[in-house]
């Protein structure tokens, strides 16, 4: 037990509850410790039971999740899991949440995602946000809201391109970077493990803090200079030639890395079009997704880029990538999209 991840689980509902206290007991290193109904339990639960992580809806009776999070976040602060309904209202929740502090979001079951797919979800989710270096709230806002914008020359090439991949920690550490990326700067096409209608919500949030215009990808959508595409949860997107410039394919498939989007469909893609043209940058996250893409990129002549591991929530995703010999530069949160754009002035492109 003592090498178990506890878990409590926070939610209204009773079925929730016991699907969610089955699933995961059948996962190794994980134990659903006990669960609650409502915040004022949970915070009675917390303090005897000590969790390690807390699973939390944000839709809940008596005290909504929201205002749960920020008096845990102030008092008590603990790794959190977002689990909400795919609903609009629960996905910009979600979105608050993330800001307030909360590591990781996911849907509850629905027709897009099974229980098992949700369970297995769910369990690496929890084992990322324990290996996190969980930040209090004014630490984490210190670390990734700094905000200088970019200056970049006019160019060229609008065969340029930049790739992005996260996961546990990334949606901070993507406003971190795209905040500062000049209006002008080329194409950026971005997966983040996030699930459907929560990337809607999402790109929607970074349209209005970045002076790029960032929306979620549609398919055949072109890539374009100061043009942001989000892949959209529940969807891989990759790289398609169009003309004389690239669009996107979204599209399903079988998950990879038990991700869906996955950055490795992405970035496999620019490497196979885009090569020395393309910038590809790998961020926080747990597990492997990307690191194999981004060394094919790397092949192909692209840039390659790593979070370094003081700037990252969990290094996970940028140590495979060096591990591999995937990465070209490490770089703080921070120093990345000035980074990014030296290359586009330094080459001509």
Do not use: W
């Not at 060096?322 to 070209?328: E, F, Q």
């Amino acid at each position: 037990m003592s090498n178990e991840i506890k878990v409590l689980v926070v939610d209204d509902s009773a079925v929730v509850r016991k699907v969610f206290k089955e699933q995961l007991s059948r996962h190794t290193g994980i134990t659903v410790i006990d669960t609650a109904p409502d915040p004022y339990i949970a915070r009675e639960k917390i303090v005897r039971l000590k969790p390690d992580v807390i699973t939390l809806d944000i839709e809940m009776p008596r005290m909504d999740g929201i205002t749960f999070l920020k008096k845990l976040m102030k008092y008590y602060p603990l790794p959190v899991i977002i689990v909400s309904s795919l609903s609009t209202k629960g996905s910009h929740l979600a979105m608050e949440a993330l800001a307030i502090g909360a590591l990781e979001v996911m849907a509850k079951p629905n027709d897009a995602y099974s229980i098992g797919d949700v369970s297995m979800q769910l369990a690496e989710k929890i084992r990322a946000v324990h290996a996190a270096k969980f930040f209090r709230r004014g630490q984490q806002q210190n670390l990734m809201n700094r905000k200088k914008i970019v200056s970049m020359a006019p160019y060229k090439n609008a065969n340029n391109i930049i790739a992005i991949g996260a996961s546990t920690g990334g949606a901070e550490a993507i406003k971190t970077v795209l905040t500062q990326m000049p209006k002008n700067a080329p194409g950026t096409v971005v997966v983040q493990h996030m699930p459907a209608q929560f990337t809607t919500s999402f790109a929607g949030r970074l349209d209005e803090l970045c002076q790029m215009r960032v929306k979620e990808a549609e398919n055949g959508e072109p890539v374009t200079s100061g043009k942001v595409l989000i892949a959209p949860g529940n969807y891989h997107m990759l790289l398609k030639r169009k003309g004389a410039g690239y669009c996107v394919v979204v599209k399903a498939g079988p998950l990879v890395h038990y991700q869906r989007p996955a950055v490795d469909i992405l970035f496999r893609s620019i490497a196979r079009l885009a090569g020395i043209n393309a910038v590809g940058i790998i961020l926080t996250g747990m597990g492997k997704d990307g690191a194999q893409g981004l060394l094919e990129m790397k092949k192909a002549g692209a840039v390659t880029i790593a979070q370094d591991e003081k700037s990252s929530v969990v290094y996970g995703m940028p140590k495979e990538a060096r591990l591999i010999g995937a990465v070209d530069y490490v770089e703080n949160i921070h120093n990345i999209a000035a980074k990014t754009c030296s290359f586009f002035k330094s080459y001509g492109f």
